[in-house]
């Protein structure tokens, strides 16, 4: 499945991941970001366009590289999964759905790390269920414009982004999610505003805010696809995107599983080193094998991105899969490392907190496994 350019962009990820990333992963949690200017040391690296083709600043490469490059970060800091956003969920939709003009404009500058995009979709009542979204992005014939008024929940990046993809009703005579539409809004834009950072559990890294809209004028040329055809465009990101999570999971169980395996040959305990223990050895037996199970669904399903197969139940799978696996990986490495472990000292501590999003967000574990029994019971 691999190539030897692969084997190369891993080689590359991995260093950038234990040189760039790894020393500042524990400050950037305190801190609540990354430092100014990493995620354009990022994108000099090519990071920031590995599947975006060359004329949009990116290296034209597939789905296969960017979960290696997911994988590798996130065996270090799970929150630099979001220094890669303009690959998936910032950037797609832009790529996918958007015009010449759109994609010069808002999709090259942030491949570039020049600009930072949001996806915004989630509101306060509408979670899983995007049907219920409540956001109005109506025509105005008087002005000529779309006004936007509305609230978006847990956005990442939605402190700092410039722009954000907002999901919108455009037409209120339909019902559910088919009156939705995509709109291309600026930060800048009058109307616009942000609440608070948000405190989370874990990746505090990567930043999360709502996003508000008060009255915002939307011009035309900012509708992104066909109007009414925005429920479409998010489920099609999607798959994409949670092949991406799923990468997340991978690089979080594979990296808390080597902090266990360091772990457990150095700590000392009734005169051995406790990976002598055969209860610890079957553990960490047990997480290599379902890390790799993770890893086959995973790289699966980005093949078959890159064979421009249908891949929403493999993605659905990898998802799941990744999202419950790096929970149990990350539980059971904790457990190894003891008292010490529950200590910030200690990265698995920060690594635990940041395994629990990835059941949560980009569709629950529970929404993959409707995903998963209504393909299979169609
Ligand atoms: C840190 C973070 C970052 C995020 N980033 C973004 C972002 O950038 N853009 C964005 O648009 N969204 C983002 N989200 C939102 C995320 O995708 C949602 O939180 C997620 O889809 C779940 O929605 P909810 O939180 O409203 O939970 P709910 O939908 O209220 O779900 C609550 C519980 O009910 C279960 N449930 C709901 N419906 C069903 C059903 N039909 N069958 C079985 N069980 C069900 C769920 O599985 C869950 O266990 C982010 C969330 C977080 C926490």
Known sequence: MFEKKHEMLRKLAKEFAEKEIKPIADEAEKNNGYPEGLMQKAAKYGFGGITIPVEYGGAGGDYKS???VV??????DAAASSLLMSNSLSGAPYLYFGTEEQKQKYLKPMVLGEKIGAFALTEPGAGSDSGATQTTCLWDEEQGCYILNGRKCFITMGPICDHAVVFAKSDLN???????????VEAGWEGFSRGKTEEKMGMHASVTSDLIFNNVK?????????????????????DAGRVTVASQGLGIAAGCLDLAIAYSKERVQFGR???????????????????????????????????????????????????EVCNSVAY???????????????PIERMSRAARLVSIYEGTSEIQKLVISGNLLK
Do not use: W
């Open 66 to 68: 960017l979960a290696i």
């Open 332 to 346: 059971k490495a904790l457990q190894i490392h003891g008292g010490y472990g529950y200590m910030q000292d200690y």
């Open 71 to 76: 994988e590798e970060f996130c065996k270090v």
């Open 273 to 323: 080193p406790i990976c002598k223990l055969q209860d610890v050895a079957f553990k960490l037996a047990d997480m290599a094998t379902e890390v790799e199970c993770t890893r086959q669904l995973v790289y699966t399903a980005a093949d078959k991105l890159d064979k421009h197969e249908k891949v929403t139940m493999q993605a659905a799978m990898a998802k799941y899969k990744a999202g």
């Open 218 to 238: 939307v011009p035309k040329e900012n509708l992104l696809g066909e109007e009414k055809k925005g429920f479409k465009i998010a489920m099609s990101i999607l």
């Open 174 to 184: 339909e019902k559910g999610t088919r009156g939705i539409s995509a709109f291309i």
